[in-house]
């Protein structure tokens, strides 16, 4: 009898929204592993199809790398609002089919013109972390949602941390091509997973709840609450920063290594480093940030950040640079959760996807305006200029979040972005 027991398998009960939750948590680390195994790899691909010049390469790098956030900066407010509108679950898998299409079709353009179309094209129809936020800030109890972003985060940490050396593999053995058909394939299966497993209650709201401008509200809540204005723009000003040095990334690896195949593999082994150190300073300082300060934590995460980014700029071997760029994670991986879990609680109820629209559109101006700075500062400058220029950057950025954020850590009465616990069926 004891051995019976011993031997049986335990049977272990989910709540609905717990299936939910695990359901979206391992369709979006799919979702960013699909989309981190050929984004990394872009100025490969563009030399790949013809253009050789180092200035024309950070030119196209620069343009396509803007032009889709810009696009994306467009359309999150309308995806946002049409979130709150009918619901978060079909524009979650909206964005992981859409990017699905796009990234695909990337795999048989034949110039640098297509392939620019089509990355522009998928800014405007994806942007799955903010759809999969909303979506599990209105769908689990209140007192869990902290909890339930911060794996939801760790998720995407997962999937960028493994996506980069996969797709060097691939592309090193495959060609470029392959890994834009494996990511398409990755954003597929997320996307149907979503549609087929994921249950979402939600309520339309009330025909009188839509009269007046739904943006204007969401904007209005961002403008009048300090700590939630601050936390919006924490999040672009840190996105701002990293794409300064994200799509020069790999032609500042390659310059330190001697063929195409060694830099392929350089990048990606970086890149994942990179974003295994995220996953690590997100639980370890993001977990501990209620104990020890979220603004602490953040001051601190910030002024690390700062400081790590002169010393790339003299590395001369891609072995220091991943040291370099491993430190460099495990300071700013808390930042997101942090700012994210603030914006959560402080969002007022019915308006998140409004909220999170509007914060998405603000990050995908940073990632847009950050390509753009980092060309200027190589054609004008070098590659090895945009570490100290995102290094002062930060600095700047940590000013301004000590000087702004005061209060941060102080009770609100405030009702949370989380619905309160739904009773048991």
Not at 13 to 26: A, D, K, S, Y
Not at 155 to 180: D, K
Not at 374 to 392: A, D, Y
């Amino acid at each position: 009898m004891l051995a019976r027991r011993i031997l049986r398998p335990r049977q272990i009960r989910l709540e609905p929204w717990q299936r939910t939750l695990l359901t979206i948590v391992i369709a979006e680390g799919i979702a960013i592993l699909g989309f981190s195994v050929s984004s990394p790899f872009l100025p490969f691909y563009i030399e790949d199809l013809g253009v050789t010049d180092l200035n024309q390469v950070a030119f196209w790098v620069g343009l396509i790398s803007s032009g889709a956030p810009i696009l994306m900066a467009l359309s999150s407010p309308i995806w946002g609002l049409l979130a709150d509108r009918y619901g978060r679950k079909p524009m979650l898998i909206r964005a992981m089919i859409g990017g699905s299409l796009t990234i695909g079709l990337q795999a048989a353009v034949s110039s640098v013109p297509q392939l620019a179309a089509l990355r522009i094209l998928q800014g405007a129809l994806t942007g799955t972390i903010a759809a999969a936020v909303t979506l599990v800030a209105t769908q689990v109890p209140r007192e869990q949602c902290g909890y339930s972003l911060g794996l939801l985060q760790t998720a995407v940490f997962v999937g960028n941390s493994l996506g980069p050396s996969l797709g060097g593999i691939v592309g090193g053995t495959f060609g470029y091509r392959a890994a834009f058909v494996i990511s398409g394939v990755l954003l597929l299966g997320a996307g149907l997973a979503v549609l087929f497993l994921v249950h979402e209650d939600f309520v339309p709201p009330p025909p009188q709840k839509r009269n007046g401008s739904a943006l204007a509200a969401s904007a209005r809540a961002v403008a009048t609450d300090r700590i939630l204005l601050a936390m919006v723009a924490l999040l672009m000003l840190t996105n701002l920063s990293g794409s300064v040095t994200g799509p020069v990334l790999p032609l500042y690896v390659q310059s330190l290594v001697r063929t195409m195949q060694e830099a392929s593999e350089a990048t990606g082994m970086i890149l994942g480093a990179t974003a295994v150190a995220n996953a690590i300073g997100a639980v370890c300082i993001g977990r501990s940030a209620d104990r020890l300060g979220r603004r602490r934590c953040l001051l601190a995460s910030l002024g690390v950040s700062a400081a790590i980014y002169l010393p790339q700029a003299l590395t001369r071997t891609p072995t220091q640079l991943l040291a370099l760029r491993f430190i460099l994670g495990l300071a700013m991986g808390a930042v997101s959760p942090i700012a994210n879990a603030v914006i959560a609680e402080r969002a007022p109820q019915g308006q998140q996807g409004g909220v999170y629209g509007i914060s998405t559109s603000l990050n995908s101006l940073g990632n847009a305006l950050g390509p753009a700075l980092g060309t200027f500062v190589v054609t004008g400058w070098s590659l090895s200029g945009v570490f100290p220029v995102t290094g002062m950057l930060l600095v700047l950025v940590t000013a301004a979040l000590a000087l702004t954020t005061r209060g941060l850590d102080a009770p609100r009465g405030a009702a949370a972005a989380c619905p309160p616990t739904q009773p048991k069926p």
